[in-house]
């Protein structure tokens, strides 16, 4: 089966079941986990940060991170077609006790600072007031769009400008670092909190990171404890993810294969492809989505509908090009 479901599904290699197995654990609850205590101090190093946090999953940390920022009864400016406001459950509504404020961005899903300025509202005795503006790079939504550093850069500024803190859903953002060609620290420099995904491309079985200042990344911590993420002997899981960090540079090798993905997707009759930034591939179908992936799959052949004639494929590590040509042949026998 070529599963181009999503970047998650990927397997953990030898290496990693290895480092699992021989992990060095302690209670992290009590902070006593070296695994998850070297995993943190590195992926603070890597994004520029005072601190992070090791949380299990990319949702929670945004989650922790909309409920660390805001008070109750805040709005949050996020984009319209943003991972948190429509892929999490309404979690912001239920954990913090916020009101998203949904923004149309552009067609890559980029929020503009005079947006910002727009949207934002200040509290009365009637408005609740803005208390956080959301942000995502890449953008799942738009299809993997790679955002600049001065586009997050003009709208954070616009925002600390108006009192509002910025967080960043960095669930792939080391794919936006790979596609600019510029460190993720170059990303994160101007928001005040930022979560980023290891069990995507960088093929860790399971876990995130959520990263900012220090006094920030102790509030979250206890507000990780809260939501039922205070874990034991981490380290098994965390150690991984050390392994995974190390795998950034090999995530421009799932751009390529996206590349050659929606080339040859696109001269289909009845596909049509998106150039992709990163390693999803948005493609409209004549048919309906829903029966063309029924009979890709059928074949072995797995993607995502997204709307009535659009869907996703991913790339990752588990795809090599023999699987990208023999999905296009697939999909050729399915339009």
Same mark, same amino acid.
């Given at each position: 089966?070529?599963?181009?479901r999503?970047d998650?599904v990927?397997?953990?290699?030898?290496s990693?079941?290895e480092r699992?197995?021989?992990?060095?654990?302690?209670d992290?609850?009590?902070?006593e986990?070296p695994s998850?205590?070297?995993l943190?101090?590195?992926?603070a190093?890597v =994004?520029?940060t005072?601190a992070a946090?090791f949380?299990?999953s990319g949702t929670?940390?945004?989650?922790?991170?909309?409920?660390t920022?805001?008070?109750?009864g805040d709005?949050v400016?996020?984009?319209?077609e943003?991972h948190?406001?429509?892929?999490?459950?309404?979690?912001m509504?239920?954990?913090?006790?916020v009101q998203?404020?949904p923004?149309?961005?552009d067609d890559?899903?980029?929020?503009?600072?005079?947006?910002?300025r727009?949207?934002y509202?200040a509290?009365?005795g009637?408005?609740?007031?803005?208390g956080l503006?959301a942000?995502?790079n890449t953008?799942?939504?738009?299809?993997g769009t790679?955002?600049a550093p001065d586009a997050?850069a003009a709208a954070v500024d616009?925002a600390?400008d108006?009192?509002l803190?910025?967080?960043?859903?960095g669930?792939? =953002?080391?794919?936006?670092?790979?596609?600019?060609g510029?460190?993720?620290?170059?990303f994160?420099q101007?928001?005040?909190?930022?979560m980023?995904c290891l069990?995507k491309?960088l093929?860790a079985?399971?876990?995130s990171l959520l990263?900012?200042p220090?006094p920030?990344?102790?509030?979250?911590r206890r507000?990780?404890?809260?939501?039922g993420?205070?874990?034991?002997?981490?380290?098994?899981?965390a150690?991984?993810?050390l392994?995974?960090?190390?795998n950034?540079d090999? =995530?421009a090798e799932?751009?390529?294969r996206?590349?050659?993905?929606?080339?040859?997707?696109?001269r289909?009759?009845? =596909?049509?492809?998106?150039d992709?930034e990163?390693?999803?591939v948005?493609?409209?179908?004549?048919?309906?989505a829903a029966?063309?992936l029924d009979d890709?799959?059928?074949?072995g052949?797995?993607g995502?509908?997204r709307?009535e004639?659009?869907?996703r494929?991913?790339?990752?590590?588990d795809?090599?090009?023999?699987?990208?040509d023999?999905?296009v042949e697939?999909?050729?026998r399915?339009?």
């Amino acid at each position: 089966m070529i599963d181009l479901r999503s970047d998650p599904v990927t397997k953990p290699s030898d290496s990693m079941r290895e480092r699992a197995r021989n992990a060095a654990v302690g209670d992290d609850v009590y902070r006593e986990d070296p695994s998850v205590n070297e995993l943190e101090a590195r992926a603070a190093d890597v =994004l520029g940060t005072e601190a992070a946090l090791f949380v299990p999953s990319g949702t929670m940390g945004n989650q922790i991170a909309v409920r660390t920022h805001t008070d109750r009864g805040d709005e949050v400016l996020c984009e319209r077609e943003s991972h948190v406001y429509n892929w999490e459950l309404a979690g912001m509504v239920q954990h913090a006790s916020v009101q998203p404020r949904p923004i149309a961005g552009d067609d890559r899903g980029v929020i503009a600072p005079a947006q910002v300025r727009a949207n934002y509202v200040a509290a009365d005795g009637h408005r609740a007031g803005t208390g956080l503006l959301a942000m995502e790079n890449t953008h799942n939504g738009c299809g993997g769009t790679a955002i600049a550093p001065d586009a997050i850069a003009a709208a954070v500024d616009t925002a600390h400008d108006l009192g509002l803190p910025v967080h960043l859903d960095g669930a792939r =953002l080391f794919n936006a670092a790979a596609a600019h060609g510029v460190p993720a620290a170059d990303f994160v420099q101007h928001v005040d909190s930022v979560m980023c995904c290891l069990s995507k491309g960088l093929g860790a079985p399971v876990g995130s990171l959520l990263a900012g200042p220090e006094p920030f990344v102790e509030a979250a911590r206890r507000n990780r404890k809260l939501m039922g993420g205070g874990m034991r002997q981490a380290g098994i899981i965390a150690a991984p993810g050390l392994e995974a960090l190390a795998n950034r540079d090999r =995530l421009a090798e799932d751009h390529r294969r996206a590349e050659r993905l929606a080339t040859g997707l696109d001269r289909i009759d009845g =596909l049509a492809a998106d150039d992709p930034e990163t390693n999803i591939v948005l493609v409209e179908t004549d048919r309906p989505a829903a029966a063309f992936l029924d009979d890709c799959e059928s074949e072995g052949l797995l993607g995502n509908v997204r709307t009535e004639h659009r869907i996703r494929f991913c790339t990752h590590w588990d795809v090599d090009d023999d699987a990208v040509d023999r999905a296009v042949e697939i999909a050729e026998r399915a339009a």
